[in-house]
Structure formats: C-alpha cells, structure tokens
C-alpha cells in the first residue's frame, strides 16, 4: 500500500492516541499523508480480556487491521472477508458465541498468546504482527502491564466487553475504574514516541473508555504536559451525537452535556488545539481552545487523509505561531 505522502510532512513525526474504531479510522488517514514509518499510535488496553482461553486486544487489532487495511469495512473492527466455522462449532462445546471472532482473527489471538505464554511483552507482540501484516506504523499498547476497564452500573460492574457487546451499552454508567492501571509503567517505547513526537493527536476516540484508560497509565499524562508538541484533539461528538459507540450516551448518564465542549472539558490542560466538526460551528467560542471547524465524517480513504492532512496542518500552524519549531525544541532527558 503506497501512502501517498504530503510532500511538505516530510520531517515530522506524528504520534496518535487511539481506542477502537474511530481512532482507528484517522490513523489510516494520517498513515496515508505521512512517510512511511512517520506514525506512532498509542492504543487503548483497557478493552483486552481473556476469552475462549486468549488474550484479545480489540483495540489494538481494529487499529492494527485498519492501518494493514484488511478490517472489515461495515463493522470497523475483525477482518474482511471473514469466516465464522469455529465460533459456530463452538456452540456444539458449549463454548462462548457472543463475542464474534472469525477464524482468521483467531489466527492472531492463538499466535499473540503463544508468544505471551513464551514471556514476549505485548509491545513486542504487537510490534511483529504489524511488521508481518506490512503496517509502515509503529503500533503501541499503551502499557505492557494489564489494565481492564470495569464498567459500574445499575444493574452492577461489569467487565468491558460484557458492558460493550453482551449487554450492547444498556445498562446505565455510574462510574469507571481501571483496574491494574496503579501497576502500568510507561515503556521506552511509550516515552520515544512522545519525546519524539512533532505533533500529539487524540484521535476521534471515546474519551471515557479509550483516551481515559490511556492516560491512567502513570507518567503518561505528566509527559504529555512537559513535551514541547502541540496537542490536537478531535471530537468524537457530532452534532449532539456519537458516530459510534457509547460515547453520547455515557456522556447523558454521566449528566454531562453531549458536545465536543465537554470533551474539551474532560481533556483539560492536556490540548493545545481542537477540532470539531463544521456542523458544531456555532459552538466554536465555547471552545476554550484554538479551533479548527472542518468536516470530520470520514467515510473513505479521501475524507481521512482530507482530515488527517486538516489536524495536522493545524497542529503545526499553532506550533508556528506560538512555540519553538519542531526541530530546535530540546527533547526530554
Ligand atoms: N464488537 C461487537 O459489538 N460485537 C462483537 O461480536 C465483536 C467482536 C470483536 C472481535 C474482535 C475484535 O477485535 C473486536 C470485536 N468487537 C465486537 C469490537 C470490540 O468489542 C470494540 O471495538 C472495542 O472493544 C471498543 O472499541
């Protein structure tokens, strides 16, 4: 897959933090804008659980998946071209039916927990998948160490993707913990990636489920505050709603307004610019921010790199005007 880079981002180095599908989706479009090997995306684990005996990353796999690009368009998440024929034998063992994996997906999970089995962390883990899928990014989870979101609700706490897939987001949110993240350390990886980086993009994403689990891991949020590169958030809020997922609904049942202005408000000190969709235009002076207002609905190939190209324009410019040029900004020691 030739990305078609933009000639003038040929020196910069951009690191995204991501959850599931929407993350994913502006992944793919600053993969296609930048050089190859330009990108690092830092993925949500808080998703990651045991099944069937496996350890499943889902979002690492649908940001995985996307940028190999062999995700299966209609859903976001699993492959294309996918087949069912263990998931339906499994109802013959009794075995779990509600959480889909596909026969090639299992490829991956059987081999991701064979290498953890052998001691291999899942930064190296993930780091051979997408050189074996042909990915030009650098992929992270967001620590090596297990982080699990427990979902606390009405009907009492359930574990992510019990909440997510079982119960389809039903149950009313009362709170969110993540447990294990007390334990997480920031990698080498983790901390190159943000040192390094010329411009931070928080992708689209749930900002209580993917980008909350991500800067629970201790450390990271202090280094986002002391690295030097502009911070671009992108709202996963659309004219009063979520493309996909909960992330409206948990807004409502968290009494927050469902507006890009509280996801600016739940990222706090940690931006220096935000994008929000052309159709939240009128809410743009209720951003505390510099703002960007664009089209941010990415449907194909063109619209993400339209809005990857956007953000990162973007994030420069506010470098340009207000901060050391990348190149001359001491990296951290
Ligand atoms: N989401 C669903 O709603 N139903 C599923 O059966 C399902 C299976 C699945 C298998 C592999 C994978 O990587 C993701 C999968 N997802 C499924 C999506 C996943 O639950 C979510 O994408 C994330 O956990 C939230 O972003």
């Not at 949500?44 to 062999?70: K, S």
């Amino acid at each position: 897959m030739l990305s078609s880079f933009t000639p003038g981002f040929t020196q910069i180095r951009v690191t995204a933090l991501a959850g599931g599908v929407g993350g994913a989706k502006l992944a793919v479009g600053l993969q296609q804008i930048l050089p190859p090997g330009a990108l690092t995306v830092i993925v949500n684990t808080g998703d990651d659980f045991e099944h069937w005996g496996l350890h499943v990353c889902p979002d690492l796999d649908t940001v995985l998946y996307n940028l190999a690009t062999i995700n299966n368009p209609e859903m976001g998440w699993g492959r294309q071209e996918e087949k069912f024929t263990v998931l339906d034998e499994m109802d013959r063992y009794g075995g779990d039916q509600w959480f889909r994996i596909g026969d090639k997906d299992l490829a991956l999970h059987l081999r991701r927990t064979e290498w953890m089995r052998q001691g291999v962390s899942l930064s190296e883990v993930t780091d051979r998948l997408r050189r074996m899928l042909g990915v030009p990014s650098t992929i992270l989870p967001m620590c090596n160490e297990p982080v699990r979101t427990l979902v606390h609700t009405d009907e009492g706490d359930l574990p992510f993707q019990h909440y997510f897939v079982r119960r389809r987001c039903e149950p009313t949110l009362v709170d969110l913990s993540f447990l294990g993240a007390e334990r997480a350390k920031l990698s080498n990886e983790i901390k190159r990636a943000l040192d390094r980086a010329d411009l931070v993009v928080f992708c689209p994403s749930n900002p209580y489920v993917s980008i909350d689990p991500i800067l629970a891991v201790p450390g990271m949020r202090d280094r986002l505050c002391a690295i030097k590169a502009p911070k671009i958030g992108v709202s996963p809020i659309v004219s009063g709603q979520a493309l996909k997922g909960p992330a409206a609904k948990m807004m409502r049942e968290l009494g927050e307004m469902i507006s890009p202005v509280t996801v600016v408000d739940h990222l706090g000190d940690l931006l220096d610019g935000f994008v929000i969709d052309a159709q939240d235009r009128d809410l743009c002076e209720a951003v505390i921010l510099p703002t960007l207002t664009t089209d941010t609905i990415m449907v194909d190939l063109e619209s993400k790199a339209e809005l990857a190209r956007a953000v990162v324009e973007f994030g420069l410019s506010l470098h340009a005007n207000h901060m050391l040029s990348p190149i001359d900004q001491p990296s951290l020691q």
